[in-house]
């Protein structure tokens, strides 16, 4: 059986405490933080004890050591990373300041340069400049005048334009209302002469009712007749039956009394 089977969790954990104890005075000293070297060694050794005792728990304090080991690791990579961009990135702004400082410097003798032999043109250009200037306040006064009189006769264009379109415009009104007018009469005629012929078709329909009517009073006074003409020789044929009747009865009366 090996030593280490024996060995408790805590023996294991004050060795590798009593271990680092050099290690942590020096590097306090120094100023500087934890070993990543002694936290690998004290979770490599936890884990070798783990495994040797079998004790899970050491296992898992050598993973959890393990793990924030390199967490460390990766969190001091980032900060030298960093330390180094910013490092670099004073350097490229001291080299920019003292580029745009060198290009102002220059920008300014240009500029200074420039000032000078404009001065000195300028100077010496006054004389066409002047003349120029009259050229030009001539050219400014013909345009001028020219601008007047062109907008004086564009404003006899809009004003005889303007009393022609109201001459057009009145002739159209004139036009309208007397059309509106004729319209008006001939909406009258036109209602009158429909009034006429619906009096005319009304006296014409009354007209040949009653035309009907008396040709039907006088069928129906003809038919009358003619009964009352039948009824009479009715009376008349029954008459003379009688009379006959009573002829032939006298004349029976006579021979009997013969």
């Keep these: ?3 280490f089977s024996t060995i408790p969790r805590v023996v294991v954990g004050t060795y590798v405490k009593v271990a680092r104890i050099p290690i942590d005075t020096a590097l306090k000293l120094a100023g500087r933080d934890r070993s990543l070297a002694v936290d690998a060694a004290e979770a490599a050794v936890k884990e070798k004890a783990g495994a040797v005792t079998g004790s899970s728990e050491l296992q898992a304090e050598a993973r959890a050591r393990k793990t924030a080991t390199d967490e460390r690791r ?4 980032l900060r030298a990373r960093s330390a180094r961009t910013a490092a670099r990135a004073e350097q490229d702004h001291a080299e920019e300041q003292a580029r745009v400082t060198r290009e102002k410097r220059e920008a300014e003798q240009r500029a200074d340069t420039r000032k000078r032999n404009a001065e000195a043109k300028a100077e010496k250009g ?5 003349r120029r200037a009259a050229a030009l306040e001539d050219a400014a006064s013909t345009a001028t005048r020219k601008a007047e009189k062109d907008l004086a006769a564009e404003q006899a264009r809009v ?3 303007k009393q022609e379109a109201d001459r057009r415009a009145a002739e159209r009104k004139r036009k309208a209302e007397e059309k509106k007018k004729k319209d008006k009469a001939a909406a009258a005629k036109a ?4 009034k006429a012929a619906a009096e005319k078709a009304e006296a014409e329909k009354k007209e040949a009712l009653e ?3 008396k040709r039907e009073r006088l069928a129906q006074l003809e038919r009358e007749a003619g009964a009352l ?5 009715a009376l008349t044929a029954a008459d003379e039956a009688q009379r006959l009747k009573d002829a032939a009865a006298a004349a029976k009366a006579e ?4």
């Design 255 to 258: 021979r009997k009394g013969d």
């Design 159 to 161: 004003a005889k334009e």
């Design 211 to 213: 035309e009907q009517e």
């Design 191 to 194: 209602e009158r002469e429909r």
């Design 229 to 233: 003409a039948e009824k009479e020789e």
């Design 126 to 130: 006054v004389a066409d400049e002047r």
């Design 1 to 3: 059986m090996s030593i």
């Design 74 to 77: 990766k969190a001091e990579q």
